[in-house]
C-alpha cells in the first residue's frame, strides 16, 4: 500500500477497507459504544451519509433534539467510506420511468432538486468545512464503441424531451480529446452538475459535524432489530435506543435484518486505484478537469482523478452471492478486479506499466423497481431512506433533507418529491432471486460484448433488460 496522503489511518484495521478510509485524515479510531439503553427524540441506524445527513439537518433545524446514530461498525465505514466520490446529479432509474409512475412534473420536480444537491452538498462542506474536497467538476459520459453513440442520444433525448437540455451538451470526438484522451472515444455526454468528493473525508468530517451540533454517535454497536410502536426503539446486545421515532439508514446492510431481508438486493460494485501518475501520463491523458467520467457501457464503469494524481477505476460485475450475502470477504473479487484493472488499460493505454496500489469494494443497496424510496410512518413511528443503487452520494443528501422534514411534521416542496412515500416491491424469494440476478449480470455482460462486436445497441427489450426492472 502508498503511503496515506494525511496521516495515520493507516494503523486502524479499518484503513484496509478503502483508500479513501486510509487517506480520511483522522485515526477511525472507533468512538465508544453504547452503554446500556438510553431515551432519545431519533435514533438512528447506520452512521453513512444517510443517517449522518438526516442527523446534520434535524440538529440544524432543532439544536434541541437529542439524536442518537448507532454503527455497527464506525462512521463511514459502509459505501459512504468506499464509494467512486462522484456526486452526481442523476438516480438509478431514468426520468422516463419516474414520470410513468408519477407523471412528468413530479419527474422534473426530483431532477431539479438532484441538481440543487449537487450546489447544497457544496455549500454545507464549505460552511462546516469539511475538507471533503468538493468541486463541481461536471461529469463526461464517454461514447467509446458504436453502439454507445446511440445510447448516449437517448439518453440526451430524455434530457431534452423533459425541457433540460441547458443542462447538458453533446461533445464529438475533437471536443472529447480536447478533455480527456480515451482510446476510442466518439463523442461524450457532458454535464456541468456533477460533482466530486474525497468520500472518507466527506463521512468522517459528517460526522464531526453531527456531533458538534449536539448528536451522539455510538460506533461498534450492531442493531440486531428494532421495535415500532408508540416508542419505537433499536435494539442491540447493549442496550435498546428508545426514541419517538427511528430512522433505518443501513442501505445494503438493512437486509441483514429479518424484517427487511427482501427490501433491497447487495449489489458489489469494485473498485481498483492507481499509483499517483506522473506529468507524462498526464500529458498524454489529459483531463485537466478532473470531471466525473463513465461511458455508455450496461455493465457500469466510472472513473474519478483523484487530487493526488491517481485514477481510481469501478465496475459493477462481482458475482451477486446466494441470500444477498453480504461479508467483507466479498470485498475483494480478484477476476473482478482484474477485469476492472485490464479495463482501466484499455481506456488509457499509458496506464501500461503503473502500479495499482490499491483495490477494494462494497455493498450498495438496489431496489426491485431501481427507484430509492424516503419514508416516515408516524404511527409505528419507522422512518428509512434507502435503495440508491450507485447514486447515494447526492441523493443521500436529499433524502436525509426530506426524512428531516418529515420527521419535523413540515410539509415542504422536498416532502413532495416522488421518492417520498415511494415502495419498491419487494426482491423475489431465493432461489429465484439468485437464479435471476446472476442471469441479468451475466446478460448484460454480453450485451456489451455483442455490442462492441456489433456495433449495435441492445433493443431495450431483451428477456435481462425486462427482468431488471419490474
Ligand atoms: C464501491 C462503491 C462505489 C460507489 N460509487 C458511488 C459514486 O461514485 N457516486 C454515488 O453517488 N454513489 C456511489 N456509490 C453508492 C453510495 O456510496 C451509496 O449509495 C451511499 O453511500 C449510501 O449511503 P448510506 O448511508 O445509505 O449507506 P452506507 O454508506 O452503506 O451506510 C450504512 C451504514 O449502516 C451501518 N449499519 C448497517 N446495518 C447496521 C446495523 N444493523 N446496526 C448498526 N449499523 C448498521 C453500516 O455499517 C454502514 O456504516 C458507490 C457504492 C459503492 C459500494
Known sequence: MSTPAVAPAETSPYAAFSFWLETCGDDLTPRPALDGSTDVDVAILGGGYTGLWTAYYLLKSQPSLRVAVVERRIAGFGASGRNGGWCSSKLNIGLDAVAGMYGRDKALAMQRALYDTVDEIGRVCSAERLDAGFAKVGALFVARFPYQIALMREYAGMFERFGLGAHQRLLDAAETEGRVRVRGALGAWYCPQYGRVHPGRLARGLARAVERLGGTIYEETEVIDFAPGARPSLRTARGDVRARAIVLAGEAYLTRLRALRRCLLPVYSLIVLTEPLGASRWNEIGWQGQECLASFRISIDYLTRTDDGR????????????????????????????????????????????????????????????????????????????????????????????????????????????????????????????????????AFARMDEEGERTGRAPSGRSLAERLSRH
Open 311 to 442: 485514477i481510481l477505476f469501478g465496475g459493477r460485475g462481482a458475482p451477486y452471492r446466494f441470500g444477498s450475502a453480504i461479508a467483507d470477504a466479498y470485498d475483494r473479487d480478484a477476476p473482478t478486479h482484474e477485469m476492472l484493472r485490464r479495463l482501466a488499460r484499455g481506456w488509457f493505454p499509458s496506464l501500461e506499466g503503473a502500479r495499482f496500489t490499491h483495490a477494494w469494494g462494497g455493498p450498495l443497496g438496489m431496489p426491485r423497481d431501481w427507484m430509492p424510496t424516503v419514508h416516515y410512518d408516524r404511527e409505528s413511528g419507522v422512518a428509512t431512506a434507502r435503495g440508491y443503487t450507485g447514486h447515494g452520494v447526492s441523493a443521500s443528501n436529499l433524502a436525509g433533507r426530506a426524512l428531516a422534514d418529515l420527521l419535523l411534521g413540515r410539509a415542504t416542496p422536498l416532502t413532495e418529491l416522488p421518492i417520498v412515500g415511494h415502495r419498491p416491491p419487494p426482491w423475489e424469494p431465493e432461489p429465484l432471486r439468485y437464479l435471476g440476478v446472476r442471469y441479468v449480470q451475466r
